[in-house]
């Protein structure tokens, strides 16, 4: 690291979601995030106090920051993520506000996908509802590894800490039956900023620390898979110049682990091993390599090498299963159902290949958090458990050890939408 | 930090060299559009680091309104003789002289719309089938809702109510003939991380972005270059200032900022104690309050 990046330069990146019901006041809450933290510029300010006049509020309403398309300020509610960011001097945030609307669940699950944390919201006076135990549920399914419940709208219930116990008791009922691990409770309001960025004088009963507090000291540095090094290999490197004439470089993002040069490394699929010659980035030639840095490396000895392998080290106690049979979790995104021994393109890591549904073994049932394996049939939203076929051997890593190498997303080739996220189990 | 964390420029950077990848992989023929300003010269940058010791496998495009600062230009061809790069040039001119687009008239004319005419054609022309820009999400609220890869029909158009979900960093590349993608590498920098990369990485820019003396008047509260293509309003009148401008676009549509910073450290420091955004002084989006959405649905950068 050059001496540029010591001091100022040098933040931690977290990215959040927020997820929950419709109105909850998922954007509410980000634009009071944004107002409370000093992160909105005076053009915006009077922009969004222009169109909140023009929508007939009486105040400035906060979720037109992020609330930014014509149909949204229409229809007041959230259709798409909307990607904001802040900085405080520990950490630089990338929010995604995304939809509570069921239709657009799907957009939920693309602002979460990549997500450490997750804010749900709950409305105190409503309590939880479905849409609250879908999300929670999905994201529990996407392994986010930090959760907080905002019990939002305090201010509707006067405060009353037994709402807010009554709720959280509800919460924990739901993520016993999950595997969440660190799920954190905040009563709030989002209107009104209680315990957002300052701490609330009307809820003396919460000695827990506020929101802001919360996302400025997440534990992040273990978030990523530290210790089962994985590069896919996205393009090769051959400038085939006079000055490089044999430099044959595999680029990619190490996405988990780590590599140093010396070390070796196996090739999959081919089960080729080899020794790292060099690790470079531009003009910069590296000891190691780490997750989540893009880096090229070359090896010692001529192997076959093309986009879609994958270099892992064989050094660790896990090394990827091999194989054509996979049992994954999907969400299904799409009005158009899913067709019983379909075919779709899989996209997993950077390879891409054809698959076949083979059997739909169970359903969840998103009300009782149930399996269901009556009801088979798979439409936008459903959540279910499915055998897939691929066309050649798929080298993974089980979703819950290794979230790169063990996700993927099913392409409709008759209309080439992405029509559901898988985790393999 | 401990020993295997990076810090969130070298994150950013990191997923942006990821995206870059993406594209040369996934497309037949991609292309990078440069502006000359400093989010393209940021994102040429990290393409140069993506592929090197090769050189970039794709070319640059400009968009040329013909009301460019002429240090733009400069700055643009040096740039390309250093780095061996390619730069295809599209000028908007040749899409007026076509009877493609006709020229605006009146004292806010601009020819920062005719672009997206420019720009489709040339994608057409020259079967693009992605092209990617270095817009950002906080720049705007309408690309604070972009995809990084952006699905366009044979119109060019963006649908912003149906985009495709894009989960991880799973990115499809699907389409029909006649479809493009436009993709967006650094959708996640901010305009201050754009500044500490360039500080960190030694980034060199157009002497536009530093303070110099220039010729400039006031309208709706925005300072303007005098330029020859621009008329003067009644009761605008020339001045000499010392200014920079924080963006470059046209010099139709883009004010300058009052300011005497003359290195990047400068630059950095102004930019966290300023309170309007860096599209504040951009008329294009200030023409309505969905300006940007409008433009975008019809195919803009
Ligand atoms: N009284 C009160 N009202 C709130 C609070 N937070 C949000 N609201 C109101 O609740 C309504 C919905 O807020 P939004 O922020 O748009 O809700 P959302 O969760 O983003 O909704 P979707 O994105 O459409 O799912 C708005 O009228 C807000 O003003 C709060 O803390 N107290
Ligand atoms: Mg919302």
């Known amino acids: 690291m050059s001496g540029k990046e010591s001091g100022y330069l040098d933040m931690e990146l977290l990215r959040f979601t927020t997820a929950g019901s419709v109105d909850d006041g998922k954007s509410t809450l980000i634009g009071r995030l944004l107002f409370d933290s000093k992160a909105i510029f005076e053009d915006q300010m009077e922009a969004i106090e222009r169109a909140s006049i023009r929508s007939g509020g009486e105040d400035v309403n906060l979720a037109l920051l992020t609330d930014g398309l014509k149909a949204e300020r229409e229809q007041g509610i959230t259709i798409d993520v909307a990607y904001r960011y802040f900085a405080t001097p520990k950490r630089k945030f990338i929010i995604a506000d995304t939809p509570g609307h069921i239709q657009y669940t799907r957009n939920m699950v693309t602002g979460a996908s990549t997500a450490n944390a997750a804010i749900i919201l709950v409305d105190a006076r409503h309590g939880v509802l479905e849409q609250t135990r879908r999300h929670t549920y999905i994201a529990s399914l996407l392994q986010i590894p930090h959760i907080i419940i905002c019990v939002n709208k305090m201010d509707l219930v006067d405060y009353k800490e037994e709402v807010f116990e009554q709720i959280k008791a509800d919460v924990e009922d739901i993520s016993s039956k999950l595997s969440v691990k660190d799920v954190r409770y905040v009563p709030i309001s989002a209107l009104v900023g209680d315990n957002v960025v300052t701490r609330s004088e009307k809820m003396e009963w919460y000695d827990g620390p506020t929101l802001m507090y919360l996302l400025e000291n997440l534990h992040i540095g273990s978030d990523l898979n530290r210790s089962d090094f994985r590069m896919p290999v996205q393009y090769v490197i051959r400038p085939q110049s006079k000055e490089y004439p044999d430099y044959r470089g595999y680029g990619g993002r190490v996405v988990s682990g780590s590599l140093n040069v010396g070390d070796t490394v196996k090739v999959l699929p081919s089960g080729f091993t080899s020794k790292v010659k060099t690790i470079d980035l531009f003009k910069d030639s590296l000891k190691t390599a780490f997750a989540p840095q893009s880096v090229s490396v070359q090896l010692e000895d001529d192997i076959d090498i093309s986009r879609g392998d994958m270099l892992v080290k064989e050094t660790n106690g896990h090394e990827p299963v091999i194989g054509q049979d996979i049992d994954v979790m999907l969400c299904w995104f799409n009005d158009r159902k899913m067709v019983p021994r379909g075919k779709y393109t899989l996209r997993q890591t950077t390879s891409e290949m054809r698959c076949m549904v083979k059997s739909v073994d169970y359903k969840m049932n998103i009300n009782t958090l149930e399996k269901d394996s009556d009801d088979l049939d798979v439409g936008m939203n459903d959540i279910v458990r499915v055998k897939l076929r691929t066309t050649k051997p798929l080298f993974f890593d089980s979703y819950n050890v290794n979230r790169n190498t063990g996700s993927l997303v099913l392409i409709d080739e008759s209309t080439n939408e992405t029509v559901a996220a898988g985790m393999i189990v | ?301």
């Open chain 2, 1 to 301: 930090m401990d020993k295997y964390q990076i810090n969130h420029l070298r994150e950013l950077e990191a997923e942006s060299i990821f995206v870059i990848r993406e594209v040369a992989a996934q497309f037949e023929n991609p292309v990078m559009l440069f502006s000359g300003g400093k989010d393209s010269i940021v994102m040429f940058h990290l393409a140069r680091k993506a592929f090197w010791p090769a050189k970039v496998p794709f070319p640059l495009m400009h968009i040329d309104t013909g009301h460019n600062f002429p240090e733009t230009i400069e700055y643009r061809d040096n740039l390309m003789e250093k780095t061996g790069a390619r730069c295809i040039v599209k000028y908007v001119q040749d899409t007026i002289d076509q009877g493609k687009a006709v020229e605006e008239t009146g004292i806010n004319a601009s020819r920062n719309k005719m672009q997206t005419i420019t720009l489709l054609d040339a994608i057409e022309q020259e079967k693009f089938d992605a092209a990617m820009g270095g817009g950002r999400r906080d720049e705007e609220k309408a690309r604070a809702k972009e995809r990084f890869f952006s699905h366009r029909d044979e119109f060019g158009q963006w649908d912003p109510k149906n985009q495709r979900p894009e989960l991880w960093n799973l990115f499809n590349a699907k389409k029909n003939m006649g479809e493009h993608f436009r993709v967006f590498p650094i959708s996640n920098w901010t305009e201050m991380d754009v500044w500490q990369y360039i500080y960190m990485e030694e980034i060199e820019l157009p002497s536009l972005y530093f303070t110099h003396k220039r010729e400039v008047f006031q309208r709706d509260g925005v300072w303007m270059a005098k330029a020859p293509f621009m008329q003067l309003k009644e009761g605008e009148k020339l001045e000499m200032r010392d200014v920079r401008c924080r963006t470059i676009g046209d010099v139709t549509c883009t004010g300058v900022t009052l300011s005497t910073a003359n290195n990047i450290q400068d630059i950095i420091q102004e930019v966290a104690a300023t309170r309007v955004t860096e599209r504040g002084g951009r008329a294009d989006d200030k023409r309505s309050e969905s300006a940007m959405e409008d433009r975008k649905r019809e195919g803009y950068f």
